[in-house]
């Protein structure tokens, strides 16, 4: 079972940096989507950024400008740059990857553990 691990959390001022990472357990042959969510207390999950096989990142309007995704589907990883972080971005922050490991499997949806994400003012 493939398990992502998620690192890079804290606690920060406003205005500062944080960059998360994101690696899986064992090799994920096929990569669909790689991305991040996001989910504060008492708020429904959101997506964060999402970079699709090929394609560019998408953002949430809220982070755009400030927050860089990437991926290396070598590594199997995923990352999260977050600059001008403001209070409201507190969060715990999710990886997930839609990968499967043959053409002849379904798609899986894999999620990180989670990692927490605290901005002060």
């Known amino acids: 079972q493939v398990q992502l691990v998620e690192s890079g959390g804290g606690l920060v001022q406003a205005g500062g940096s944080l960059r998360l990472s994101c690696v899986a357990s064992?090799?994920?042959?096929?990569?669909?989507?790689m991305g991040w969510y996001r989910q504060a207390p008492g708020k429904q999950r959101e997506l964060v950024a999402d970079?699709?096989?090929?394609?560019?990142?998408k953002y949430a309007d809220s982070v755009k400008g400030r927050f860089t995704s990437s991926r290396d589907d070598a590594k199997n990883t995923v990352y999260l740059q977050m600059n001008s972080l403001k209070p409201e971005d507190t969060a715990v922050y999710y990886c997930?990857?839609?990968?499967?490991?043959?053409?002849?499997?379904?798609?899986?949806?894999?999620w990180g553990q989670g990692t927490q994400v605290s901005v002060s003012s």
């Open positions: 997930n990857v839609r990968g499967r490991d043959s053409t002849r499997d379904a798609w899986s949806n894999y």
């Open positions: 970079i699709s096989n090929g394609g560019s990142p």
């Open positions: 064992q090799k994920i042959l096929y990569i669909n989507n």
